[in-house]
């Protein structure tokens, strides 16, 4: 199957601070990705979905603003978490579509002392 | 109702043994079935995707669809201890680009 990678796979931050994650499709293009989020024993929420070259598409409830999307180039897109709050602190995975099947990148665990 | 609903486990069973998990969705136009794995603590990880009526067999596992019953269900033959995992359904609509997923179903294998 198609691979997507993620840096990092874990970030510590202090309150306040941003942090940005990279999602990388590495043998194929992708025009869309996916942000997901997921608590622990909680199933994956869908954060918004990352176009090439336009703005993303949120879903009901995420900040815009605090939740910075930017799909830049076929292979790449990057979420911000600006201001962070260690309510913030979870598991986001990335996700592109390949063909017809859409493959999850390893995830980054947030952590926001 | 939930758009795609899966007992949500735990569901056991001893090693060797089939584990037979099950998938629901309300949508009629959907079009594309996916079953991932996702192990504690790591992210999904795709195994079958099915996407006409009848069985699909891959290794150890076996998707089946039935789209008049609105169903589809993943069969785990000579289940392993490594298959212990939450195993989620995902189902995509028509033209829709995004997948909706089921809440998961918890599988534990017995040794």
């Not at chain 1, 913030?88 to 099947?101: Q, R």
Request: glycine share 8%.
């Amino acid at each position: 199957g198609a691979v997507v990678s993620q840096h990092p796979s874990w970030v510590i931050c202090k309150s306040g601070t941003s942090v940005k994650i990279e999602c990388r499709s590495l043998d194929f293009q992708a025009t869309t990705m996916f942000w997901y989020r997921q608590f622990p024993k909680q199933s994956l929420m869908l954060m918004a979905t990352s176009n090439e070259g336009s703005k993303a598409t949120y879903e009901q409830g995420v900040e815009k603003d605090k939740f910075l999307i930017n799909h830049a180039s076929l292979t790449l897109s990057t979420l911000t978490v600006t201001s962070a709050h260690p309510e913030d602190s979870s598991f986001y995975i990335c996700s592109a579509i390949g063909g017809y099947e859409q493959y999850f990148g390893p995830g980054t665990r947030l952590t926001v002392t | 109702q939930k758009e795609v609903e899966q007992n949500s486990g735990p569901l056991s069973v001893p090693e060797g043994a089939i584990a037979s998990l099950n998938c629901t969705y309300s949508d009629r136009g959907s079009q594309s079935f996916f079953w991932y794995r996702q192990y504690s603590g790591k992210s999904p990880e795709l195994i079958m995707s099915i996407y006409s009526n009848g069985d699909k067999e891959d290794g150890r596992f076996t998707a089946q669809l039935n789209k008049a019953s609105q169903y589809v269900s993943l069969l785990i033959r000579d289940s392993q201890p490594s298959d212990s995992a939450t195993y989620l359904c995902a189902v995509r609509a028509g033209s829709a680009r995004q997948l909706t997923f089921g809440s998961g179903t918890q599988l534990t294998v017995l040794p």
